[in-house]
């Protein structure tokens, strides 16, 4: 999938997400928050401008959140994001509640929408993990201007071949094809097996 098939897959999906912010003491606080649009590189969401998580926002400018689909374990997708936030202001939450009706239930009248805000997600970082495809599958992203960050387990050219880490990989995903070995990272569950038991320290963390 492209970016914007992750973004549109997280609202019109999953929809409501687990987001965590910092409150002023530096300690993370989280919140169930309702993704409500998308496009090519945002996600946008609302909130009202009288609670702690608006405050939070203003701050600190960021945001980090998971959704997750799937009746259990096996079978699920979990999407996280890092990302910059801006606030939009009021102008766009009428064809937010066009597009998210349940919303007039909760503030019914124009007067009680006033206190409503809209926030853009612009630019950040993004991985799916996929549980429910064998083996697992692990995709990154970005969005906006924000540069992809490179994580995991690499096997460098100090590989010596003596199949240590084939033993211990739980998903099968290190080829073996030449030395060095290759880690496939669309596979990895970054459970650290193969840097504990390389004998010769070929196995870094990123």
Do not use: W
């Not at 606080?29 to 702690?52: E, H, P, R």
């Not at 083996?135 to 240590?164: L, V």
């Amino acid at each position: 999938m492209e970016t914007r098939d992750y973004l549109s897959y997280i609202v019109n999906e999953i929809h409501t997400v687990i987001v965590a912010t910092v409150d002023k003491d530096g300690l993370p606080v989280t919140a169930a928050i309702d993704m409500v649009d998308s496009d090519d590189n945002s996600l946008y969401f609302l909130t009202a401008k009288g609670k702690n998580f608006y405050d939070r926002l203003k701050d600190k400018n960021f945001l980090a959140f998971t959704a997750m689909k799937g009746e259990d374990t096996m079978s699920r997708v979990a999407i996280s994001i890092r990302g910059k936030v801006r606030e939009l202001g009021y102008e766009n939450i009428p064809k937010l509640f066009e597009k998210n009706k349940y919303m007039y239930e909760i503030y019914p009248t124009i007067e009680s929408r006033q206190a409503l805000t809209v926030f853009q997600i612009y630019e950040g970082n993004g991985e799916c993990f996929d549980l429910s495809k064998k083996p697992i599958e692990r995709a990154n992203f970005t969005f906006g201007n924000a540069s992809q960050e490179r994580s995991g387990y690499f096997i460098t050219d100090g590989c010596i071949g003596c199949n240590k880490c084939i033993e211990v990989c739980p998903q099968n995903c290190i080829i073996i094809d030449s030395i060095p070995y290759v880690i496939e990272q669309n596979h990895c569950l970054h459970c650290g097996n193969c840097f504990r038991v390389c004998p010769v320290g070929a196995v870094e963390r990123r």
